[in-house]
């Protein structure tokens, strides 16, 4: 069983950064690095949303919102894909969480709190 833990969430003031981890365990680095993983956000009463996603073969994709502020990359060796985020704004405060999917497997982390606040 794949399990996924987020860390780095924390209070930054607005500007600032944050830099998450979304790390697996319970699966080589081998079986891994063919997992595609995002990185959603959540807000009570409003719809989880994607904000970042990498490929296998690293693509990666950006919600608009976040374009330009935001990079992900992964390190299959250390099973651990990272959410590198700056200039952050009171808007990205969230809960975070890290999916890991692949056919039929789909993995969700307990999450990580984000909030940009002065």
């Known amino acids: 069983q794949v399990q996924l833990v987020e860390s780095g969430g924390g209070l930054v003031q607005p500007g600032g950064s944050l830099r998450l981890s979304c790390a697996a365990s319970g699966i080589s680095g081998y079986v891994f690095s063919v997992y595609e993983v995002g990185w959603y956000r959540q807000v009570p009463g409003v719809q989880r949303e994607l904000v970042a996603s990498?490929?296998?073969?690293?693509?990666?994709n950006y919600a608009d919102s976040v374009n330009g502020r935001v990079t992900i990359s992964r390190d299959n060796a250390k099973k651990t894909v990272y959410l590198q985020m700056n200039s952050l704004k009171p808007e990205d405060t969230a809960v975070y969480y890290c999916?890991?999917?692949?056919?039929?497997?789909?993995?969700w982390g307990q999450g990580t709190q984000v909030t940009v606040s002065s």
């Open positions: 990498i490929a296998n073969d690293r693509r990666t």
């Open positions: 999916n890991a999917l692949y056919r039929g497997n789909n993995f």
